[in-house]
Each structure stands twice: as C-alpha cells, then as structure tokens.
C-alpha cells in the first residue's frame, strides 16, 4: 500500500511539472521565409509579443478567424507585436499566395514547405493552432482552434506592458 501511495504522489508530481512547464518553455528555435523572401527567428522575435499561427486555406476555422487575426495585428503592431502566420506543408503554395494576396494579409506569412517548424512546435497537425509568445521568448499560452480573442488581446497587452 504503501508503495501504490509513493506511486501516485510521484505521479500526480509529475503530472503537475509537466502541465506547469508547458507555458514557460521557450519557443523552439526556428527560422522562417516569407513568401516574399523575407527571413525571420525566435533569436530575431525577441523583444516583440508574437503569435505564431498555424492555419491552412482548406481549413474552414482558420478562414474563420483571419479577419480577426490581422485586426489583433493592426491593433498592436506598433506597440511591438509582430504575426508569423504558417501555412501548412500541405497547403499549396500557389493557393497560400493567392489568399495572402486577396485578403492583404499585413503580418509575415510563410509556407512550412517541410513541416519541421510545426514539428519544432510540438508536431502541430490541427489547424488553427496559435502559440503566443512573450518577448524573452517564452511560450505564454497555445490555442488549438480560434482563440478566444478578448482573453488573446488581454494577454498581448499584458504582455507588451513587460
């Protein structure tokens, strides 16, 4: 019994570091191309609150939250906030350009060609998937479907204010 005991508060202890620790990781360590060649890093993000969004043009709730994804843009962009939009490896790319170019999308937008940042980010296969990062680099909250954007902007503002 007293083992099974020993088991379960161990259990139960990693559990809670686990669930602690998946907000306050760091953001892997990726690079990104725009698709107009632009380059980009999590080093280079740093000092900025940045969402990295993961969305695809097949995906019916990414279309969904887009509009809203370039208003929280031009909402916070000059108070340092920056958007990485990542078209799935999936997405062809001539119809990633053609929505970034109908919709004027104003944030960077890059196509994952091999998968290997939604594989940096924890193998991210659900579209929409948002991670909100602060500006030391720290991962601070991860949305799998549309976020909630009053909770989304009280987070970014809490975050530019640090």
Not at 53 to 77: D, I, L
Not at 154 to 159: G, S, Y
Request: aromatic share 8%.
């Amino acid at each position: 019994m007293k083992l099974k005991h020993t088991l379960m508060i161990l259990a139960l202890g990693a559990a809670a570091t686990l669930s602690g620790c998946a907000f306050t990781d760091a953001a892997p360590a990726v690079s990104y191309t725009s698709l107009s060649g632009q380059q980009a890093s999590t080093d280079s993000l740093k000092g900025k609150v940045v969402l990295v969004n993961f969305w695809a043009t097949s995906c019916s709730g990414c279309m969904a939250e887009m509009p809203r994804m370039v208003e929280t843009h031009q909402k916070y962009a000059k108070q340092g906030y920056e958007m990485v939009a990542v078209a799935m490896s999936y997405d062809p790319l001539n119809y990633v350009q053609a929505y970034v170019n109908d919709k004027k999308l104003p944030f960077f937008v890059t196509l994952d060609k091999d998968g290997s940042i939604a594989k940096a980010y924890g193998e991210i296969q659900l579209t929409p998937t948002s991670i909100l990062i602060d500006k030391q680099g720290n991962i601070v909250k991860r949305y799998v479907g549309e976020p909630d954007f009053k909770e989304l902007h009280q987070l970014i503002e809490q975050q530019l204010k640090v």
